[in-house]
């Protein structure tokens, strides 16, 4: 009894240690504990409503280049009253499968009216809003806005995180002249340190010279 005791014990103890990331990646908050962050596919707040396969707790992990580059970007902004927010980086490929799934049930439209009202679920993966494979799985990938430190509050960005639809093209033009700066603003800090932007998404950037282009990983995102 007294061995079977310690031999749990030793299970518990080492659970405490949390997760051991593969070389070359980090949590965010070890190289930058001022970037804010709200993983979306952690909560029911996303465009299936409900959380994703993968999704443990509420930390950012993404490469070590990554992590770096933001915190520079990160410096930049702060003198300016301003901060990064992450909605996704590094993103496992269960969390991918899980998106597949469900874009394949075409009766599964809880959240269309919010995140995809104009398009046809039919159609996502003809459209490339799903694909079965994504580049935030090989860790240098990330969804963002920025925030006003004042306030709170982020910037309007003209359409929200995750909108499937033309208006979240970068240079979509029906939006108000502050949206537009705002999405600039944006585009040229993260154009500077080294990350290239996405065509269909506003907040969808991806470190340029990422270290692991051709690998997608699959490790849980938990602390």
Same mark, same amino acid.
């Given at each position: 009894?007294?061995?079977?005791?310690?031999?749990?014990?030793?299970?518990?103890?080492?659970?405490?240690?949390?997760?051991?990331?593969?070389?070359?990646?980090?949590?965010?908050?070890?190289?930058?504990?001022?970037?804010?962050?709200?993983?979306?596919?952690?909560?029911?707040?996303?465009?299936?409503?409900?959380?994703?396969?993968?999704?443990?707790?509420?930390?950012?992990?993404?490469?070590?280049?990554?992590?770096?580059?933001?915190?520079?970007?990160?410096?930049?902004?702060?003198?300016?009253?301003?901060?990064?927010?992450?909605?996704?980086?590094?993103?496992?490929?269960?969390?991918?499968?899980?998106?597949?799934? @469900?874009?394949?049930? =075409?009766?599964?439209?809880?959240?269309?009216? &919010? %995140?995809?009202?104009?398009?046809? *679920? !039919?159609?996502?993966?003809?459209?490339?809003?799903?694909?079965?494979?994504?580049?935030?799985?090989?860790?240098?990938?990330?969804?963002?806005?920025?925030?006003?430190?004042?306030?709170?509050?982020?910037?309007?960005?003209?359409?929200?995180?995750?909108?499937?639809?033309?208006?979240?093209?970068?240079?979509?033009?029906?939006?108000?002249?502050?949206?537009?700066?705002?999405?600039?603003?944006?585009?040229?800090?993260?154009?500077?340190?080294?990350?290239?932007?996405?065509?269909?998404?506003? @907040?969808?950037?991806? =470190?340029?010279?990422?270290?692991?282009?051709? &690998? %997608?990983?699959?490790?849980?995102? *938990? !602390?």
């Amino acid at each position: 009894m007294k061995n079977l005791i310690f031999f749990l014990t030793c299970i518990v103890s080492l659970s405490n240690f949390g997760q051991k990331l593969p070389k070359g990646f980090v949590y965010l908050s070890e190289i930058d504990g001022t970037i804010k962050s709200e993983l979306r596919y952690l909560s029911n707040n996303n465009f299936i409503g409900k959380p994703i396969d993968g999704y443990h707790n509420d930390c950012v992990i993404v490469t070590k280049e990554t992590a770096d580059a933001l915190h520079k970007i990160q410096t930049t902004l702060t003198k300016k009253g301003l901060s990064l927010k992450i909605f996704d980086a590094y993103r496992p490929q269960q969390a991918v499968n899980h998106f597949v799934k @469900w874009a394949r049930v =075409l009766n599964d439209t809880l959240m269309k009216r &919010t %995140y995809y009202p104009e398009v046809p *679920k !039919s159609t996502l993966f003809k459209r490339g809003y799903i694909a079965s494979k994504s580049g935030h799985t090989r860790g240098s990938t990330v969804d963002l806005t920025i925030v006003n430190l004042k306030t709170g509050k982020e910037l309007d960005m003209g359409s929200p995180f995750d909108f499937f639809g033309i208006e979240s093209h970068p240079f979509y033009k029906k939006i108000e002249k502050n949206q537009k700066e705002n999405r600039m603003q944006l585009r040229t800090i993260m154009l500077a340190y080294g990350f290239k932007p996405y065509d269909n998404e506003w @907040w969808h950037f991806t =470190l340029r010279n990422e270290p692991f282009p051709k &690998t %997608y990983f699959n490790f849980p995102i *938990k !602390s």
